[in-house]
């Protein structure tokens, strides 16, 4: 599949999906999206440029095995939730509770609340990135 | 959202995050496996703590817990009751002796993998599972628990592992979208997820505008998801596929964890939540009649099947599956009565937690003997083994008291089961002679079903002449210990049954108590 058609293509298409990614990331904790649906549409990316460009250029171009990155991704996603998820408790406050600020009204992105919750969400995309990108270099040997 | 004051006691949710720190830093430890080992067996060690220490704090009235802050019936609460609390104590001892026996019989490679992690994750869902108070939540987490079993099922990869596994996963595939479509269901009629609310609301069906028929068209779906998750007749069929297939330690969480988180859901959902709801019966039937009267016919089934299909095996894992099949009756024919005769429902809740755990302790030594029969002979056909008493006593010993207490033999732990099973029918209130009559005839008839596969059992493989392939072969004495460690937990809980049946009896009563329930969770703030 490594065409110049598809690599074209690839190029076009790969950077639109990662941008998309990172809109439906930011609004996700009170709109649509979300850590889960913007690393589905991560991996989809990663997945298409690994068709058209093979693994192996990838994996040079990161300078790291693929599972060694993909574990650390995993674990790192998971101790993130459990930080970000125990970080009330230390307030005495009960686990997972959210704090919320309201950020003065950015060019093109407007009004935008950021809350604790978008790090555990970070947590929730690298582990979901993490196993799917396992799990795809495992079916795609 | 605004924050309370007061003062938040975090222990409902401790265990929670004990178990998936745990899971996460065994994953992380990969270049060492005894680092790893070591982090697992500290966040064991923790982990089982603070369930006693939940389990003693409890006995005064359950604990609630409410993530983020949110309110009860909008957020999702913890419940940690005594009930639940029991049942995650016998899990957390069952999953402690599995590691341990792991540490020394799972390949060293295999180990570094990620089967620790696994081992944790599995505790994780079943924690959750067991001290939510949510129906949703509830799905979820039996989804945590299941996919980490779908891993550790296949954990060699071998091809007969990958069809059972096959089975397994679509099984439980189907019956989960069945779960989902019942909880949807639930949902859309009442209005509620949360349980606490839904038995609140169930007990006004004309206020929140219930359709009683619906509630009672799901509950069925939900209890058919159940029957099939605890391996009842006729759902039964993947379970000697799925147990044979497993590694043994597997087997062993598989029969004493994960069959038991569906078998608190049936017992919380069908004695906590509906039981309000039962005082409107539509026409001459309530969901607790219906209930009770399907649950009897499939626990009959199950130990009559069980018991005969156990009989003619010759494989200890499928012999042993079968046995389950015919626990898993005996466990559920006093709820059938429960739900039958509310006048005795605390006794019958008494009988089958002492069934529950019973079989939890000696399934899981059982299923670890036959691994260390199978790691050191190569075989766990009985027409291969002979004299095993002689060659390795430990062992021996072992299987013989816990397969003794899976009968019911004075003074090992499940008599007393079998005792409260006994005197179950002589106290329905009018007497039901229908109903007593059969259920002592099938407890009777399972019994000596039970009796004769474990005599089977015993004089094939343990007593006689020493087998040529037994002889030649040793058993790893430190992989034995850990199924002493359960034979005496069984005598003693057995010998010692009146220092424990409180924790039963508080046990019970708060697997009944929905007034109590509702009043912790909805009113606690």
Redesign the interface.
Known sequence: MTTLITQTAARIVAPLIFVTAAILFIQGHNSIGGGFISAVLIVSAIALLYIAYGTSDLTRLLNISPSTLN?RL??SG??LI?IT??VP?LL???????AFLILPPLPFLGELKISGAILFDLGVLFTVTGSLLSILSGVSR | ?S?SAS??S?SP?LPL?IA??T??LT??S?RSLKLTISLSLLGTCAYVASIISLLFSVQSGPLV?????WPAPYGISFVADSFALLLLCIAAIVTAGVLVYSITTVDESKQKFSYHSLLHFMLFGATGALLTGDLFNLFVWFEVTLMTSYVLVTFYSTSKQTKAGMTYVILNLIGGAFMLISIGGIYATTGTLNLADLSHRLSQPDLYNISMPSVMLFSMILFVVFALKSGLVPLHFWVPIVYQAAPSPISALLSGVVKKVGLYAMIRIFFTVFPSGDSTPLGELSILTIFGISLFILSAASIIFGGISALSQDNIDNLLAYSSISQMGFIMLPLSLAALFPSIRQMALIATIILTLNHSLAKASLFLASGCIKNAIGSANLSDLGGLSRHSPILSISVFVSIFSLVGIPPIFGFFGKLHLLILPLNTEPIQTMYSSLFILILLVGTVLSFLYAIHLWNTGFWGEISSTVSDSTIPVQNQYILLFFTLMLISLGVGFESISPLIESASRSAIDSSGYIEAVLYHR
């Open positions: 574990r995993l674990v998971l101790l459990i998820g125990s408790i005495n406050m009960p686990f997972l509770t959210q | 959202m924050t003062i938040v975090h949710v995050l998936l720190l899971a996460s994953l992380l990969r817990y409410q993530f983020s802050a």
